[in-house]
């Protein structure tokens, strides 16, 4: 929702990522998403009508389809069995019992294999792969077609954009559409679009002030778990009035959308004289609203051309004086203040302007030359024709949304958090980690994060994919930053003109791109690892063998070991046992030694809809057998210097199998794949 002055991201109702018309709980119809906890906890005594449509089979699912695919797709099947029987027996007689009982039971046995996610470790990627030119090829004639006027259901002629792709090594993709009709240019007239072109980028600037309140906790400077009052002590003044539990308010807390203080400050009061351009009305009495005392109106913080920013001293006297939303870690709901305090709380703990800050610790280390919280001039920026906040100064609200920069620098942050420049590789984890879930199965708060998490993006998996992202509003730009780590994937989108053309632009860029990048990491690991393994000695009656299926990662298919079939006994050691399980190979991301790769075998298996309100199929659990204190799944790659896997050590069994040599044409595809990367015969 774009909202006066500055809305930042898009708060719980988040759209899907992707489209699949084979998976209807992410279809774009959807149903009333009910409020996180609507009400006190009451005493429960058995599942309501309600409760129920809030499980798998109902939430998100469209209005057409009102009951769970399983359901319907097994009933669907009954009918054409009916059909089938009365057109081959002129006598209709009535099915047996056991076929409308087969046909029935599908309704609670119906299963399928639970996928783990991360099934491989992330792809190298580089420009020169074929898959990936085809695949941008096709993207930007898609794209560039809509931006075509009278072709979308945004406005081509009044909207800009800026789309980059990278990988965490280099630039992949990028492109970019000048509005055929611009806003007013001050001190220079627009060149033409560019990955260079400024944009204002709003809430994704909270993305610099988390990460700079992160890289003052290594220096040892601070603790996330330390309250705000420590670094604010303005706010000593709030006891005698305020209701608001500062000691329980942490740098943690603000970053995460835990805090419960008020959203806003000046910004979104419906007493700006402005109003009449986003809501139709110059009045608030107009619509129902009583008169009000002047001195009740915010004297600040409105943002708008003309108005005055407030100061720091009138920005934390007028939020203090709201009364908080929610206890402390309660909810998550999107707060814009919760940045700016965590602005001013940098600026006491470092002795420097946010401004200065930002750029000594981050945008100077990672070369981000075209990055300001000042305006740029204007030449050098894209200004749509339509109410904008390009000129907007945000004042005190910087560290919250006040970042000017392209779609290149943000390109170059993403590759930054993705190869743990300024981060190490833990912290950056546990930065991705969710926080506070929301009203919706698939999305979650992070620090400052929008996590998704989506099953629409494969068109041959049911696998559960991550996406990280921050999105970003003012009026007149529309922005997002994406991140998908299993894929060391970052793609940025830029729009300033109709916010209606992000997410369409976004869904064509997921829709094109990741299924390739699928393919292609499932290649890359089978051609490393995949095979066959084999004892050297052959005396010992031992081997193992591995391949990627496009619906469970790597597999294992045979394990014998000592002439008896391990594979077998593994599973049947399982205490969740079931007929279509089987023995997936997940990576560690960690190093053994020189140049081993560890990897985790897991017992997969299937999901069945007969399980009831909770499913405790813990997929991720591993380690859960031991031999001699060492681990049973514990899978070590030794790889030579092409990162092609020439044994496997399996240190539980006191082993290690060659991987045998695999035909002419393996090895050949192998090449293909890996001579852009720098690999050669």
């Known amino acids: 929702m774009v909202r006066n002055g500055y809305n930042v991201g898009n708060g719980p109702g988040q759209p899907s990522f992707g489209r699949s018309p084979g998976r209807p709980e992410l279809?774009?119809?959807?149903?009333?998403i009910r409020p996180f906890n609507p009400l006190p906890d009451p005493p429960r005594t058995h599942i309501s009508a309600d409760a129920w449509r809030e499980t798998d089979c109902y939430v998100?699912?469209?209005?057409?389809l009102p009951i769970c695919p399983v359901v319907h797709y097994s009933l669907l099947a009954l009918v054409v069995l009916l059909v089938a029987a009365r057109a081959s027996d002129t006598a209709?007689?009535?099915?047996?019992?056991?076929?409308?009982?087969?046909?029935?039971?599908?309704?609670?046995?119906?299963?399928?294999?639970?996928?783990?996610?991360?099934?491989f470790p992330p792809p190298l990627l580089v420009k020169s792969m074929p898959s990936l030119d085809t695949t941008f090829e096709s993207l930007e004639a898609t794209v560039q077609e809509a931006a075509k006027p009278s072709s979308s259901s945004w406005d081509t002629n009044l909207t800009s954009f800026s789309i980059a792709v990278t990988s965490a090594s280099e630039e992949l993709w990028m492109t970019s559409h000048?509005?055929?009709?611009?806003?007013?240019?001050?001190?220079?007239i627009f060149g033409h679009m560019s990955d260079q072109t400024y944009f204002r980028i709003a809430s994704i600037s909270k993305l610099f002030t988390v990460l700079a309140v992160l890289l003052q906790e290594r220096a040892g400077n601070c603790s996330?778990?330390?309250?705000?009052?420590?670094?604010?002590?303005?706010?000593?003044e709030s006891i005698n009035y305020s209701s608001t539990d500062w000691d329980a308010i942490t740098l943690e807390t603000l970053a995460s959308q835990?805090?419960?203080?008020p959203r806003?400050?000046?910004?979104?009061d419906l007493t700006d004289p402005l109003t009449d351009e986003d809501y139709g009305f110059e009045n608030p009495t107009e619509i129902g609203l009583p008169p009000v005392a002047a001195d009740d109106v915010p004297p600040c913080g409105r943002n708008r051309p003309g108005q005055r920013p407030c100061s720091r001293k009138e920005m934390i006297h007028g939020f203090m004086r709201r009364p908080p939303l929610f206890e402390p870690n309660f909810r998550g709901t999107y707060c814009n203040i919760a940045f700016v305090m965590l602005g001013f709380a940098l600026e006491n703990m470092t002795g420097l302007p946010y401004a200065a800050l930002v750029q000594s610790a981050i945008f100077d280390p990672l070369g981000m030359e075209r990055v300001s919280l000042t305006k740029p001039p204007d030449k050098n920026g894209i200004i749509p024709k339509m109410v904008n906040d390009w000129n907007a100064d945000i004042g005190t609200y910087g560290p919250t949304g006040g970042i000017y920069t392209t779609s290149s620098d943000l390109a170059l942050f993403a590759r930054s958090i993705l190869t743990h420049q300024l981060l190490d590789k833990a912290s950056t984890n546990a930065w991705f980690h969710p926080r506070s879930y929301s009203s919706s199965l698939s999305f979650a708060y992070g620090m400052p994060w929008e996590i998704f998490r989506t099953q629409a993006m494969l068109l041959d998996s049911n696998r559960i994919q991550t996406v990280i992202t921050k999105g970003g509003h003012l009026r007149g730009y529309s922005s997002q930053f994406i991140l998908i780590p299993e894929y060391d994937l970052g793609i940025v989108l830029l729009v300033a003109g109709d916010g209606r053309a992000l997410p369409w632009l976004r869904e064509e860029v997921l829709k094109a791109l990741v299924p390739t990048v699928e393919q292609i990491t499932r290649d890359q690991t089978a051609d490393r690892l995949a095979g066959t393994y084999i004892s050297a000695d052959a005396a010992i009656n031992s081997s193992l063998s591995i391949e990627v299926q496009s619906d469970s990662g790597l597999v294992v298919t045979s394990w014998i070991s000592n002439g008896k079939d391990f594979l077998t006994n593994y599973l049947a050691m399982s205490k969740e046992k079931r007929e279509s399980s089987n023995v997936q190979l997940t990576p560690a991301m960690i190093g053994r030694g020189k140049n081993g790769e560890v990897w985790r075998a897991q017992c997969v298996q299937a999901e069945s809809r007969s399980e009831g309100i909770i499913n405790t199929n813990l997929i991720e659990d591993v380690d859960t057998f031991t031999y001699a204190s060492r681990s049973i799944d514990e899978f070590i790659f030794e790889l030579d210097a092409s990162g092609r896997a020439v044994e496997v050590k399996l240190p539980a069994f006191q082993i290690t199998l060659k991987r045998k040599e695999q035909a002419e044409s393996s090895r050949n595809r192998f090449h293909e794949l890996m001579e852009p990367l720098g690999f050669h015969r």
Do not use: C, F
């Open 27 to 32: 279809a774009n119809d959807h149903t009333l």
């Open 60 to 64: 998100q699912r469209p209005t057409s």
């Open 92 to 119: 209709m007689t009535a099915p047996s019992p056991w076929l409308i009982a087969w046909t029935l039971s599908a309704v609670v046995v119906q299963s399928w294999r639970i996928e783990p996610t991360n099934p």
């Open 178 to 188: 000048t509005a055929s009709v611009l806003g007013n240019y001050s001190d220079g």
């Open 224 to 236: 996330l778990r330390d309250p705000i009052r420590k670094y604010i002590p303005e706010l000593e």
């Open 258 to 261: 835990l805090s419960g203080i």
């Open 264 to 268: 806003e400050y000046g910004q979104s």
